[in-house]
């Protein structure tokens, strides 16, 4: 489905009232949705939102959901129960849903008022994977409802957002490997971010670390470092420092120049070094995680080589009843 | 100040067009606030609410924030620089402020329009606390501008929390020095919790290990566990489960049970056992958190004992420059 166009569509069947947005997923599609959630908070003076975990919204949905909601849920396999539950309760509610996922027969597309079934494997087209594309349909639909300011450089920016991702995995390639070399016998890693970044600390902690290489990891927001997580800080703890671009970028120097001083294994994923400040100063920020998705997924391969370790290896997932 | 004429005076004030109501503060302070911003998401069809790391509010404030807005502010020692300045951001905005704080010289106070100065130390009276507080005045709020129909159970709730509390405690001690023995060599700990508890299960992560005692820590939300974060499992990794009353029971439940299955080191805590289903079913939920919050500490007591490490003892926080 064409983005642009659901997001008039949605707007137009709330008849103009729309009021809030949803987002409802599971693990690394709901990671995917931070920003989108994120931007809401952050430019819309109409709408609310809110990022949910599929099982708590099922279990305890909003006491706003209804017929002036929009619930947005993704699961890459189109299968995972509790965000098929989700969308019946966003249904019953009354609320438009729209549906993402990577499977054509997928049991989340019946439950689908709109639905994106995305491209998966060609690295160099982000703009294609369902974090773009959510996060499209959210900024199209906040523009619709309300107008946003930066619309024209949003666009600017998603039409060259795959070449800057480009560039970034080409330049990151051999860091990464150094990377992998250095910290190979690491059992745990702190990873920290801010603002529309966050979710991507999460995500590169539960997904790639935890879920993909059995390695212990844990996700600090950069604004939240001081006030209780940076007492950890040793030169033997190991911190990976996604660095955005935009207005939190404050809050992770200041995390950094701490980690300069006092941790010795630091390494820094620099969106303004990897040349995400092609995209208009106005709306970079909402760029940083599309980018350092990309650029993330290097460095764990690269460390997936080193440890020998199978990116697709579960013991549980899928293979054990829970 | 009293919680429901504050409450009275803050809808009245609005003109009854209270829109939102946010919750900023760092670390422990903001720790205490998950609970209140989850009821009003839970509960209020008329109003949202958001929980913010204060320096993220500061540079990224949300785009709503203005005259029918509500912001919630919580410095413990009430100079948290940030936190004081996400006052003034939110008074330049037109928003009504309320500041919680222990010390009656704080400069948050100043900024403002609504003060709790409470009383900190003893363990008996946790309804004095800066979490009861919070949660009892956005309860109020909910109640004063749109009706709560658990209004009555609730504040019959807060009537015996003290007791539940007190009696919990006392039937924990044996078991936090047996964990305490139990744990003492693990250099890493996971915390799981959902609903209105996965605050603590932060909390507990980054103040009681990570700031006070100086040990790895993650939280994980009991949901989110099988979309990810479970692949770590296995009979060396230490897990403590704060399992909580009402709707969200069911999410870990399901966590604990496969960890009964694959894992080994594991440390229950479950509000039901404790005694928290004296509270109404309607609205234990809302309680759990303050239960764990302090049977929690009895554990990251005994844990220091066996360390003997000062649960007060820090090498940054207030010792360098940041």
Redesign the interface.
Known sequence: MEVQTTAKKIVKASEGKLS?VYFVA???S?VDMYVSDYFI?????KL?S?WY????FV??P???LGKTSVVILCSHSGS?P?TVEAAKVAHKAGAQTVGLTYNKKAALLPESDYSFVYEWGNEREVRNNPMAIMLDLTVSIVHELEGYGHYDVFRKGMDIIDTVVGNAEDEVLPRTKEFAERYKDEP?FYVLA??ASYGHAYGF???SL???Q????????S??F????????DKD?PFIMAMGLG??R??DE?AL??LG??AEKVEVVDAKELGLDLIDDSVSEYFNPILFYSVLSKYRFALSQVHDHDLDA????GK?E?
């Not at 975990?53 to 708590?56: F, S, V």
């Not at 579960?314 to 997932?317: G, L, Q, T």
């Open positions: 809030e599971c693990g690394g709901l908070k952050a430019e819309s003076k609310t809110g975990t599929a099982n708590e279990h305890v909003p006491a706003r995972t509790e745990m801010s603002g902690a539960i997904c935890m879920e993909m059995w390695l212990d990891a844990a996700p600090i927001h604004g939240e001081f006030h209780g997580p940076f007492e950890v800080t703890t207005r939190t404050d809050l200041r120049k701490f001083k006092y579960r013991r549980y997932m054990v829970y």
